[in-house]
């Protein structure tokens, strides 16, 4: 299974980006799926969550009101449109693929794309 995640890139605080991430496998809508983010330094965190039904999502509290993901099961995609950018959000975001345990843990993922850059200049 191969993820392809982009859409990243420079933006100044405040700007929006659209992360999208797609598949190569024709059974996509039978996984609910995640984003994360990696700083440098840093631990991998939980971004944002999609149930393989589409229609029910989670999200981090530090992207609460900013962040939306959502599913397009007829593309084999999922995007995270980010709005209201911050400096912090400064990372490379990972889009994957849930197999099994709590949504906002990167254990619970079997397979992960292979990340997008997005800086935030402040």
């Known amino acids: 299974v191969q993820l392809q995640a982009s859409g990243g890139g420079l933006v100044q605080a405040g700007g929006s980006l659209r992360l999208s991430c797609v598949t190569s496998r024709g059974t996509f809508s039978s996984y609910a799926m995640g984003w994360f983010r990696q700083a440098p330094g840093k631990e991998r965190e939980f971004v944002a969550f999609i149930t393989r039904s589409r229609d029910t999502t989670y999200y981090a509290d530090s992207v609460k009101g900013r962040f939306s993901i959502a599913g397009d099961n007829a593309k084999n995609a999922v995007y995270l449109q980010v709005n209201t950018l911050k400096a912090e959000d400064t990372a490379v975001y990972f889009c994957?693929?849930?197999?099994?345990?709590?949504?906002?843990?990167?254990?619970?993922?079997?397979?992960w794309g292979q990340g997008t850059q997005v800086t935030v200049s402040s």
């Open positions: 994957a693929r849930h197999f099994r345990g709590t949504y906002d843990s990167p254990t619970s993922y079997l397979y």
